[in-house]
């Protein structure tokens, strides 16, 4: 099995910024996938951002493009999420997720999440 640990969320003023961290432990694939999902209160979960193994492949979500930054450290195991100029409507719990593309994310491992709170 996989665990994902994700951690740096907090409450921030708007317009700041904050880095997330997701490491992975366990029994992990070759070549995977990583990506980062949010759920707003009383919403369903959206994807965030993912990034594939080598990290040619990138997605990111309409409403962070430009201001959310995906990046993985394959060697630690480790995905990252930067997020930068944070508006009220990013606050959510933030999970970091790991499949093998990133289609099949949202039925791969996920991790606890970890509280973003953006005050306006």
């Known amino acids: 099995q996989v665990q994902l640990v994700e951690s740096g969320g907090g409450l921030v003023q708007a317009g700041a910024s904050l880095r997330l961290s997701c490491a992975a432990s366990?029994?992990?694939?070759?070549?995977?996938?990583m990506g980062w999902f949010r759920q707003a209160l009383g919403k369903e979960h959206d994807i965030v951002a993912a990034?594939?193994?080598?990290?040619?492949?990138?997605y990111y979500a309409n409403s962070v493009k430009g201001r959310f930054t995906i990046s993985r450290a394959n060697a630690e195991n480790t995905v990252y999420l930067q997020m930068n100029s944070l508006k009220a409507e990013d606050t959510a719990v933030y999970y970091c997720a790991m499949g093998g593309t990133i289609a099949s994310l949202t039925t791969g491992s996920w991790g606890q999440g970890t509280q973003v709170t953006v005050s306006s």
């Open positions: 366990g029994r992990i694939d070759s070549s995977y996938t």
């Open positions: 990034c594939s193994w080598s990290g040619g492949t990138t």
